[in-house]
């Protein structure tokens, strides 16, 4: 019987390349800035999204020898790193949830030794259920203070007010090891007055907490995603969270140009990710030729077309029509026309002198040009958080020096 190949790779198909030598580089930098700091702090990555579209199963294997903590959204995410390390005889990390979980999951999580975020006032079920589940060990939890994100957590003045005095009566169960908050306005600003007003109520929503609620000192206080680490050292505390610059992607241009202020310098950080795709067909369209649906683009001459197996289906944005390049030979060649489900079509007139097939950088270097997700996300109206997250699971990904 033949395979069904739709959403799988087929042979003729884009790749994802993962550059293990950029990856280290990057926590090299972050435990730099650590000890710069002067505080022996725990670096985390934080994984969700499919590892940011990296791909978590290539990438966990890379990083996880690298950092102390891994931050993920499911609790199945968190299970595939305990199978992980079992399976390869790897050291056990601490692994904490970042998202949303029920009973059933709040159980294994427990019996698995991972760590999980009381965010919201559902808690006070799961802890019933805890108990009922008859847990060996209790389930360690950090409080999720809101400082102004207005997402998960408990404002300290509901903590003060007793929103989290049922983990008083579930300290069987339930462990407070931890205390976060997130922030809101980090990557859009180069000045951190919103930022630091929530580092303010951080404090106040500490000490609400450590006057009622039995936690375990010293608690893990942690706060910082890549902006802040980067560039509000007063919010770095006991562990960072850091997503998308171990990936090697500044989170903003605003963040570049504060670390430049705040540490005098700008920390190097190395894309760990690029995208290639062989040619479909390699082919001369005559001059008038329509390419693409809605017959968008006319050839205004004879043009040499690479037909690419790509399209919005693998995660490159239709909004990148008519405005996108790739590269081909280090040369940029325009994408023609409509992005389509499976298909591209680009403009390699002047980057191959015939007709065979052609490597094409999607996102990356290629010789002397250099082609950024930023410049992606700009075409595609986005931020580059999202172009890399909805890359498609289905991709090949391929680990490179
Ligand atoms: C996504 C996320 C991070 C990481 O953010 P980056 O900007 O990618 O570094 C950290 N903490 C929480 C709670 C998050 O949701």
């Not at 389930?139 to 404002?155: A, K, S, Y």
């Not at 109520?201 to 000490?207: D, H, K, N, S, T």
């Not at 960072?240 to 705040?262: C, H, K, M, N, Q």
């Not at 405005?323 to 389509?340: D, F, I, S, T, W």
Request: aromatic share 6%; with cysteine; proline share 5%.
């Amino acid at each position: 019987m033949r395979e069904l190949t739709s959403g799988a790779s087929g042979k003729v198909a884009s790749w994802l390349e993962l550059s293990a030598g950029a990856l280290a580089a990057n926590v090299a930098t972050f435990r730099a800035l650590e000890e710069e700091g002067g505080g022996a702090r725990a670096l985390g990555a934080v994984l969700k999204g499919n590892a940011y579209g990296h791909g978590l199963g290539p990438l966990l294997p890379l990083v996880h020898p690298l950092v102390d903590i891994l931050y993920l959204i499911t609790p199945e995410d968190a299970l595939a790193v305990r199978a992980l390390e079992e399976a390869r005889g790897l050291p056990r990390k601490q692994v904490l949830v970042l998202g949303a979980m029920d009973a059933e999951e709040a159980v294994a999580l427990a019996r698995a030794g991972v760590e999980a975020v009381v965010g919201d006032g559902s808690w006070r079920e799961l802890a019933a259920e805890l108990r009922r589940a008859k847990l060996g060990q209790p389930l360690r939890v950090h409080v999720h203070v809101d400082t102004g994100l207005g997402r998960e957590g408990f404002t300290p003045g509901q903590i003060a007010n007793g929103a989290l005095d049922f983990l008083r009566e579930s300290a069987d169960v339930l462990r407070v090891v931890g205390v976060l908050s997130h922030f809101s306005n980090t990557e859009d600003v180069t000045e951190q007055t919103y930022a630091e007003s929530q580092v303010d109520v951080f404090e106040g929503g500490l000490a609400a907490l450590r006057g009622s609620v039995p936690v375990e000192e010293p608690l893990q206080r942690h706060m910082a995603a890549s902006a802040a680490t980067l560039v509000l050292p007063r919010a770095r505390y006991d562990a960072l969270r850091v997503g998308i610059s171990l990936y090697g992607l500044w989170p903003s241009t605003e963040t570049r140009l504060s670390a430049r202020l705040v540490l005098g310098r700008v920390p190097e950080l190395r894309p760990v990710l690029s995208w290639r795709s062989p040619s479909q067909v390699v082919k001369w369209l005559p001059a008038g030729s329509y390419v693409g649906y809605g017959c968008t683009y006319r050839c205004p001459e004879a043009t040499r077309v690479a037909v690419l197996p790509v399209g919005y289906f693998d995660g490159y944005p239709r909004l990148l029509s008519g405005k996108a390049h790739v590269l081909v030979n280090g040369k940029r060649c325009p994408v023609l026309g409509r992005v389509m489900m499976n298909h591209i079509i680009v403009d390699v007139t002047r980057a191959t002198h015939d007709e065979r097939p052609v490597t094409v950088t999607l996102l990356g270097q290629d010789g002397d040009e250099h082609l950024p997700v930023e410049s992606l996300a700009e075409w595609a109206q986005t931020i580059h958080y999202e172009v890399v997250t909805r890359l498609g699971g289905h991709l090949k990904r391929v680990v490179v020096p």
